[in-house]
Every structure is written in structure tokens, then in C-alpha cells.
């Protein structure tokens, strides 16, 4: 074999390696479950999966890999902009949701992202742009995603990755109680209910909000605050959420906009609140946390169902 023949064979190689290590990276991280009735059970590994887990997959099923598990997440954050638009919770076109993928062609991860213009309520699986993750330009799909969530998305996935933090998905939104409580000179969740404990210790706070994300400097400024926390509190301005999972940002953010509610609702009340002790609220946050992957996943799988009947868009397709 000449040189260049070895130099190839290498590369190839190293590509396949990078390539198994994402694919079960991702795929620890999502919960195989299938739904009949109300029980949940898990799903049969597929046939694919099996070979790529015991890396015997040829060069053509690496790339059908690729591409299975990049319609796979193009289906889940699809769902997730359409079911966060039915509780009201997107803004005109703005705001994002973004979640990694592996590319189509097998080659490395990008970064799956709505196209500027669209409403929430449009996004499906195959509308979705592929955007790479260092230089910011789309390589999957047509169309362009907004400048801020380029500047944005692809800071905090690069951020988490010299951290070795496994964030897959990041949400961006303005969502109303979550905002009114950004724009207050103290912002903190206090631990006045059960949701509200679902997030102690699990808050990042912004103070610095000077302007729209127009530079890459802002996303990682914002990366750097969150400093391992999954949520962020954004002064004058909304949220960012970060998780493993779509299901899982899906259910936080949920959650974290119910707590903002019933603290703005009981604050507006003008009387004295109740809050609980750090030792009560660090046991609610724990029970929470031990089963919060199949809460998230059943319930998200609940919310696919509800918008498959109500959607004109099928977010499949």
C-alpha cells in the first residue's frame, strides 16, 4: 500500500473512532421508551445501533447511523419549538431552541437550529438548519438561523465542551414570568414551592445585559456565568436552559416558567412569603433529580402526542 494509501486508511479510521464515541455519548443520554397505554418499556436496540456499539458497522451503515439519530433529534426539537409555542411561551420569531446532532454525512457533530422567519408553530424536522459548530455557517438544510443564535448556541456547546460537560441542547426564550422576573433588581427564585425547589442551587444569574448577542464574545460571557448550572436567568432579558436531552430542557423549562408564576403571582399579593429552609428545598430538589429522565422523557412524549392532534404541521415531516 503507498503512503498516501496509509495516510487515507488512517484518517478514515480516526473518523469512525470520533464518530462511535459521539453516537454512544448521545445515545447514554437518551432514555430508549416507548409508550403503550401508560407504560412506558424500553425500546428494542435496532440492528444498526447494535453494530455501531460494537463498532462493526461498514462505511455505508456508519453513514445511515449518522443520518438515523440526526432525524431523530431533528423530530425532538421540532417538537419542542412547536409545543413550547402551544403554551405561549415563543416570542413573534425569535428566540431558539438548538440541539447537536451527527451530521448527515457522518462527519462530526453540527448544530440543528430553526431558520430565521419562520414561526414556531412551522418548524418541523426537515426545516431545521445544520450549522457547524466553529465557524457558524449552515451546512444542512436551506436557510439562514438568526445572527444571535449562532452567537449565542454555538459559544455555550463550545464552552461545555472544554468544561467536559455533556450539554446537548440549549434553549434561548423570553418567556413572560421567567422575564418579569429578570427585570427586577432581585431576581432570585426563592424556594416558595415545590417548583420552585426543583431548581435550588441550579441558577445562574446575569447582571451585565448591555444589548442584543451581535458578537461571539456575548455567547461565551453568558457560557462562563452559567459555570455548570442548566439555567441562567438572563437580566432585563429571559432564559437560557442547557441540558442533556431535549425532553429534559423541554421539562425545565416548563417548570422553571410555573415557579416563575407562582412567585410573581404570590409577591404581587403584597404579603410575606412563605420559603423554605435550604435543607427542605435541597430534599425536594434530590427526589426531583432521581427520577427527572423518564418524568421528562413521558412527559414530553405526552406533549408530542397533544400537538401531532392540534398542529397543522406535522413536526415529523
Known amino acids: 500500500m503507498s503512503v498516501g494509501g496509509v495516510h487515507k486508511l488512517l484518517t478514515s479510521l ?49 453513514a445511515g447511523c449518522a443520518a438515523e439519530m440526526n432525524k431523530q433529534q431533528r423530530e425532538e426539537l421540532a417538537a419542542a419549538y412547536q409545543a413550547l409555542d ?27 437550529l430553526f431558520p430565521y422567519g419562520l414561526h414556531w408553530n412551522e418548524v418541523t424536522a426537515s ?16 436557510g439562514e438561523p438568526e445572527t444571535t443564535a449562532v452567537n449565542i448556541h454555538c459559544q455555550v456547546y463550545q464552552e461545555a465542551l472544554k468544561s467536559g460537560s455533556s450539554i446537548n441542547t440549549v434553549f434561548h426564550l423570553h418567556p413572560p414570568y421567567c422575564s418579569a422576573l429578570s427585570c427586577l433588581q432581585d431576581p432570585t427564585f426563592r424556594m416558595i414551592h415545590q417548583n420552585s425547589a426543583r431548581f435550588f442551587g441550579d441558577v445562574a444569574y446575569d447582571d451585565g445585559y448591555d444589548g442584543l448577542a451581535m458578537d461571539t464574545e456575548e455567547g461565551c460571557r453568558l457560557a462562563r456565568i ?10 432585563n432579558h429571559g432564559i437560557l436552559v442547557t441540558d442533556e436531552t431535549v425532553a429534559r430542557a423541554f421539562n425545565t423549562t416548563y417548570y422553571l416558567e410555573r415557579a416563575a408564576m407562582v412567585q410573581i403571582l404570590a409577591m404581587s399579593s403584597g404579603a410575606k412569603l412563605s420559603e423554605l429552609d435550604d435543607a427542605a428545598a435541597s430534599l425536594v430538589r434530590t427526589q426531583i433529580m432521581e427520577n427527572y429522565t423518564k418524568d421528562s422523557t413521558l412527559y414530553f412524549e405526552a406533549i408530542k402526542r397533544l400537538i ?10
Open 14 to 62: 480516526h473518523r469512525w473512532q470520533c464518530l462511535n464515541i459521539n453516537t454512544r455519548r448521545m445515545y447514554s443520554a437518551r432514555p430508549r421508551l416507548s409508550l403503550i397505554g401508560a407504560t412506558a418499556r424500553p425500546r428494542p436496540i435496532l440492528a444498526w445501533e447494535r453494530k455501531l456499539q460494537r463498532g462493526r458497522a461498514t462505511w455505508s451503515e456508519e
Open 86 to 112: 402551544s403554551f405561549g411561551l415563543s416570542e413573534g420569531i425569535n428566540n431558539h431552541l438548538s440541539s447537536k446532532a451527527p451530521a448527515r454525512n457522518g462527519k462530526g457533530e453540527i448544530i440543528l
Open 127 to 142: 426545516r431545521l438548519v445544520g450549522v457547524d459548530m466553529e465557524s457558524g455557517t449552515v451546512v444542512e438544510g436551506v
Open 226 to 235: 452559567m459555570s455548570g448550572k442548566s439555567v441562567l436567568l438572563m437580566g
Open 308 to 317: 401531532r392532534i392540534k398542529s397543522s404541521y406535522d413536526f415529523t415531516k
